[in-house]
């Protein structure tokens, strides 16, 4: 879309380009306000976190250029997010891992797999793909 903003022209100036990015997701694809929507600085690099708000262990998050399917959940969960296609079983990460992970609460994880965000992605396009990645693992069963 000619005009239109890419995430890597307003990504690299940290909390101001992710209050951009935030406030044109609620503007044009969150207007029933069912998306909740976060951001802040993690080990110096901007993030934002997307969940339904009927279920917020499962979550979009966006850490610099990082696209992040994530789930909040005990290990032996993971097995169902592989079945439902959220987690690719396939998936490895540099290090030959099939999730990335850190200490959550209450004995749970927060597991998440990652695939790069092109710079010139259109806003429209990456809210598009939020969207519709927690639409998907909502129908699915």
């Known amino acids: 879309m000619q005009g239109e903003l890419s995430f890597g022209e307003v990504q690299g100036t940290a909390g101001q380009g992710m209050s951009v990015f935030m406030h044109y997701f609620n503007q044009h694809h969150n207007t029933d306000n069912s998306i ?23 979550l979009i998050q966006i850490e ?17 997010f592989e079945k439902t296609g959220w987690f690719d079983p396939q998936w490895k990460s540099k290090t030959g891992l099939n999730y990335r992970s850190f200490n959550d609460k209450d004995g749970k994880k927060f597991y998440y797999q990652f695939e790069p965000i092109k710079p010139n992605e259109d806003f429209s396009a990456l809210s598009e793909k939020i969207v519709n990645d927690l639409q998907t693992i909502t129908n699915t069963k």
């Open 36 to 58: 909740t929507t976060n951001y802040g600085i993690h080990r110096s690099l901007p993030t934002m976190d997307f969940s339904l708000k009927n279920n917020p262990h499962i």
């Open 64 to 80: 610099d250029l990082e696209y992040r399917r994530a789930a909040i959940c005990k290990e032996n969960e993971l097995n169902r």
